[in-house]
T-cell receptor, first 116, second 113 residues
Framework: DTEVTQTPKHLVMGMTNKKSLKCEQH?????MYWYKQKAKKPPELMFV???????INESVPSRFSPECPNSSLLNLHLHALQPEDSALYLC???????????????FGPGTRLLVL | GENVEQHPSTLSVQEGDSAVIKCTYS??????FPWYKQELGKRPQLIID?????GEKKDQRIAVTLNKTAKHFSLHITETQPEDSAVYFC????????????FGSGTRLSIRP
């Protein structure tokens, strides 16, 4: 299995809602990433988990809360979002962050989020 | 930290012609350079990558060249086809940038029939 999967594909939420995005991979990768992508822009790194521990937080507002329950799963919990948070949220994974051939990142299909 | 610049931002070529996209990076410690293709509404997909110990890599119609001295790398697509139309992102990986991949701003490639 060489895929990263994400659910849901689309999500519409109000500013007072709480929702979660889910990401799963079964490639045995030990690093997982959350990116935010606005239209016509490159992916923007939000969080990185390495061996199930949060290793990078790119100063993301606390209304985004990541969670890595195990080495195959990555969640992003959303609460009290703003309309400007509307974007495509991409999950990615790589074998590791330690270098060599392991850092190639494979992306999931993304969740398109609309905050009203 | 690392900074990656990508040019051009848009590129239109006749079907069958070649397309070249160029990127420069700032961190001499960067050692891994992937290229991603993103079709409209789809995920970024790795199409080719190159490591700092190699100057050129080819995969069918796609090739990447790396000049470490000048800190630039390029994507070459030959015999372009309609399905090559997409946004292409270059990227650089550097340990000094906290082991992150830094993306270029993207090139929107259109293939004219």
């Amino acid at each position: 299995d060489t895929e990263v999967t994400q659910t849901p594909k689309h999500l519409v939420m109000g500013m007072t809602n709480k929702k979660s995005l889910k990401c799963e991979q079964h490639m045995g990768h030990r690093a997982m990433y959350w990116y935010k992508q606005k239209a016509k822009k490159p992916p923007e790194l939000m969080f990185v988990y390495s061996y199930e521990k949060l290793s990078i937080n790119e100063s993301v507002p606390s209304r985004f809360s990541p969670e890595c329950p195990n080495s195959s799963l990555l969640n992003l919990h959303l609460h009290a979002l703003q309309p400007e948070d509307s974007a495509l949220y991409l999950c990615a994974s790589s074998q590791a962050m330690s270098g060599g051939a392991e850092e190639t990142q494979y992306f999931g299909p993304g969740t398109r989020l609309l905050v009203l | 930290g690392e900074n990656v610049e990508q040019h051009p931002s848009t590129l239109s070529v006749q079907e069958g012609d070649s397309a070249v996209i160029k990127c420069t990076y700032s961190d001499s410690a960067s050692n891994y350079f992937p290229w991603y293709k993103q079709e409209l509404g789809k995920r970024p997909q790795l199409i080719i990558d190159i490591r700092s110990n190699v100057g050129e890599k080819k995969d069918q119609r796609i090739a990447v060249t790396l000049n470490k001295t000048a800190k630039h790398f390029s994507l070459h697509i030959t015999e372009t086809q309609p399905e090559d139309s997409a946004v292409y992102f270059c990227a650089a990986f550097s340990y000094s940038s906290a082991s992150k991949i830094i993306f270029g701003s993207g090139t929107r490639l259109s293939i004219r029939p």
